[in-house]
């Protein structure tokens, strides 16, 4: 009897340890699915490898890119950088920071990009072609830098571009005729370049091309641009809305993401553990638990309470009816 009570108690405690090790098993692939929204099928984060490349090709004097780093899974946390609600990157803000360099192609690799902000730095060479698969980008503002060559024509691609801004570069060549291809233009400015040609038909609210003399002429100023280019908050405050964030710090969405990972980790650990706690104490209860057999008429065994008399089990249960609690 003692043996069969050692081997229940060896099975029940295998049983749930067995238990413990699948539910951290499934606390784990919780935590991993979350984190792992844009891991690629070879389970690398494209993202971090685009976000990478662009870094490399950009001399950074006062290291604000520092934390970017290959080795990392997720670049949410990384300065400069915003997610989505869903975990990808949205926002590249990069304004003002002496970012000098080329701008990488890889930058049309961070498909879920709404906005790009790299005005006011010193970046150089042309303008990726690559951006122009960025279907989801409504803001592109590249003004104040050193960027040269001609505006690439896939830029008409960005159906849903509000806000584009690439004055104060080098660029030369014709506006692309793409460019009538955008109906949600809301401001368009390609004012101070060296740009040359017709004109396409451009539905922008705001649009200014003064500064190119090439198309302009050197006394024209007051009619080279369908309405003239007033103050606007950049970026604009309905823009901010839709977006919801801030280049000066990390966004609400890369908040709440992180805080959604930590919750359903700890909703799960929290589960884990009153599992292993309900489990610990019905083992505990079980094992210190008086366990009577109804034994039949070939198996009597004797009952021992120390120096006393020493009972048969039948004997006991006769004595007791059966063990009724009403006859005490």
């Not at 098993?25 to 991993?32: E, G, P, R, S, T």
């Not at 690799?109 to 122009?132: D, F, K, M, R, Y």
């Not at 650990?269 to 019905?282: A, H, I, K, R, T």
Request: glycine letters at 6%; proline letters at 5%; charged letters at 15%.
């Amino acid at each position: 009897m003692e043996a069969h009570h050692i081997m229940e108690r060896r099975s029940f405690s295998t049983m749930m340890v067995r238990f413990v090790v699948l539910l951290l098993l499934a606390m784990v692939v919780v935590v991993v699915v979350v984190s792992s929204a844009s891991l690629s099928p070879s389970g690398i984060n494209y993202e971090v490898v685009a976000l990478a490349a662009i870094k490399n090709e950009l001399n950074d004097p006062y290291n604000v890119l520092e934390n970017w780093d290959i080795n990392s899974v997720d670049p949410c946390s990384w300065r400069m950088v915003t997610c989505s609600a869903d975990g990808y990157v949205s926002v590249l803000g990069l304004p003002s920071q002496s970012l000098s360099g080329n701008l990488s192609p890889a930058i049309g690799n961070l498909t879920s990009l709404q906005s790009v902000l790299l005005q006011s730095n010193a970046i150089s060479g042309p303008i990726p072609i690559h951006i122009g698969k960025l279907e989801k980008l409504q803001t592109l503002d590249l003004s104040s830098n050193q960027f040269s060559g001609s505006i690439p024509s896939s830029l008409g691609n960005l159906r849903n571009l509000n806000y584009l801004r690439l004055n104060k570069n080098r660029l030369s060549g014709p506006c692309p005729d793409s460019f009538s291809n955008i109906d949600g233009l809301t401001l368009l400015d390609l004012s101070y370049n060296n740009l040359s040609g017709s004109l396409p038909k451009i539905s922008a609210r705001t649009f200014n091309i003064v500064g190119n003399p090439l198309i302009c002429g050197p006394s024209s100023v007051n009619d080279c641009s369908n309405v003239s280019l007033g103050p606007v908050s950049y970026p604009p405050d309905d823009l901010k809305g839709s977006l919801g964030f801030s280049v000066a710090a990390q966004p609400g969405v890369v908040r709440r993401r992180h805080v959604a990972i930590a919750l359903g980790a700890s909703v799960v650990f929290v589960v884990l553990m009153v599992f292993v706690v309900g489990l610990f104490l019905l083992w505990h209860r079980r094992q210190n638990q008086q366990i009577f057999f109804d034994v039949n008429d070939q198996y009597d065994p004797e009952v021992r309470f120390g120096h006393l008399k020493r009972f048969s089990f039948k004997e006991l249960r006769v004595a007791t009816n059966h063990f009724n609690s009403k006859i005490f």
